[in-house]
């Protein structure tokens, strides 16, 4: 059965660093979004992603995120100047259409430690 | 803005015990309702869903029915394993394209022997 995939599982980082999260969706998707959350807490949606632009942003998606697909398979998220605060499990999800009907399937996750 | 409230775990039952896990929303217009279950070092899956008023989603003995007047989308299961214990996320869908989901905190159940 098919899945979506992120890379890596766990990362560390000191704050200040950049980082790059990599989600490889299910390959006949359209549409893409990256999720997040804290630990204890609720996840939360960050962004949106169809036809190579951000459909919807969240108000955690400031100027220090950005998403990209540099091919036809992957689906990064970067966070140029990381916080303590960034520190989460970043989840991917993908569908094959966006309608509220639609399930969206997730990833495992890549838990991020900020230090 | 839209919002789901789940009931706080740890939710702890022995085997073939009855299961409920409540679940109510607030929303404008008409979403979609999801629960979603994460197991141990794995991502979330979905588990059922109901898109309308007065759906049951089920899947593998779970149920939940949409409720709109109540805003509710409550799971049961009437017998619980062992193979249960996981997290588990109530969800509600945006209307509209790429439709965001808005989760619940999520309610840890552990079902012993």
């Known amino acids: 059965e098919p899945e979506v995939t992120q890379t890596p599982s766990h990362q560390v980082t000191q704050m200040g660093q950049e980082v790059i999260l990599r989600c490889v969706p299910i390959?006949?998707?359209?549409?893409f979004y990256w999720y997040r959350q804290i630990l204890g807490q609720k996840v939360e949606f960050l962004v949106s992603?169809?036809?190579?632009?951000?459909?919807?942003k969240s108000e955690i998606f400031d100027d220090q995120f950005s998403v990209e697909r540099p091919d036809g398979s992957n689906f990064t998220l970067k966070i140029r100047s990381t916080k303590l605060e960034d520190s989460a499990m970043y989840f991917c999800a993908s569908s094959d259409r966006g309608g509220p009907e639609e399930t969206q399937y997730f990833g495992p996750g890549t838990r991020l430690l900020v230090l | 803005g839209n919002s789901v409230t789940q009931m706080e775990g740890p939710v702890t039952l022995s085997e073939e015990a009855f299961l409920t896990i409540n679940c109510t929303y607030t929303a404008t217009g008409y979403p979609s309702l999801f629960w979603y279950v994460q197991y141990p070092g794995e991502g979330l899956q979905l588990l059922l869903k109901a898109t309308k008023a007065d759906d049951k989603g089920s899947n593998k003995g779970f149920e939940a029915t949409y409720r709109k007047e109540t805003t509710s989308f409550h799971l049961e299961k009437g017998s619980v394993q062992v193979s249960d214990s996981a997290v588990y996320f109530c969800?509600?869908?945006?209307?509209?394209?790429?439709?965001?989901?808005?989760f619940g905190t999520g309610t840890r159940l552990q079902v012993t022997l």
């Open positions: 390959s006949n998707h359209l549409y």
């Open positions: 969800a509600l869908s945006d209307t509209g394209t790429a439709s965001k989901l808005t």
């Open positions: 992603f169809y036809n190579n632009e951000i459909s919807e």
